[in-house]
């Protein structure tokens, strides 16, 4: 099947610092990527949209300029945070999907959390 | 607006079968999909509903009824391991996934 691998898996910085998270799809072509953040016992909330060669799509309330995200190939998107504060705290998820198959799905990668001291 | 619901914890016992609820109120339909998720990890595929009917894959099966708006998860045979959150996700008329808060199922043995 195919898989989507995220790093890093745990990363802890200091208030202030960026810090870049990977989602790479190994065995598909990924045109389009998704970038969740997911608090405790709440749903996954869908934060920007990933598409090869474009801008992202922020959702509402996003903010581009904290969140960058960069896709810069077929089977590489990066969100990087920046300035990160204690409230960024959190488990960032992506997700691709593979043009090839016919329901759409969704991969996730294994998801990084972050901890913002 | 859209909506995604889903109960928020249920319990069952080891061996037993679980059925796990979802209602939706979306803009448009184009598929519904159950996830699970344990703690810590990521969501993994369980599976995908576009037509009315049951969706059987081994121990778990999914239902849909467009007209009604309403899912459900079957899970047989309950194991240890399938203590899990249940996410329900319909995609709506602009192929944007709309997520429900999930079910968190626990298992006793």
């Known amino acids: 099947g195919a898989v989507v691998s995220q790093h890093p898996s745990r990363v802890i910085c200091k208030s202030g610092t960026s810090v870049k998270i990977e989602c790479r799809s190994l065995?598909?072509?990924?045109?389009?990527m998704f970038w969740y953040r997911q608090f405790p016992k709440k749903s996954l909330m869908l934060m920007a949209t990933?598409?090869?060669?474009?801008?992202?799509?922020?959702e509402q309330g996003v903010e581009k300029d904290k969140f960058l995200i960069n896709h810069a190939s077929l089977t590489l998107s990066t969100l990087t945070v920046t300035s990160a504060h204690p409230e960024d705290s959190s488990f960032y998820i992506c997700s691709a999907r593979d043009a090839g198959r016919d329901t759409g799905e969704l991969f996730f990668g294994e998801g990084s959390r972050l901890t913002v001291l | 607006g859209q909506n995604i619901d889903q109960p928020t914890e249920m319990t069952a016992t080891e061996g037993a079968i679980v059925q796990i609820n979802c209602t939706y109120q979306t803009s448009g339909f184009n598929g519904l999909f159950w996830y699970q998720q344990h703690a810590g990890e990521a969501p993994t595929f369980l599976s995908y509903?576009?037509l009315d009917g049951l969706e059987e894959k081994g121990r778990f099966s999914s239902f849909l009824s467009r007209s009604k708006g309403y899912s459900y998860l079957l899970l047989k045979e309950l194991q240890m391991k399938d203590s899990a959150s249940y996410l329900c996700a319909v995609r709506d008329s602009n192929y944007q996934l709309i997520w429900g808060a999930g079910t968190k199922l626990i298992i006793k043995p």
């Open positions: 065995d598909f072509q990924a045109t389009t």
């Open positions: 509903n576009v």
């Open positions: 990933s598409n090869e060669g474009s801008k992202a799509t922020y």
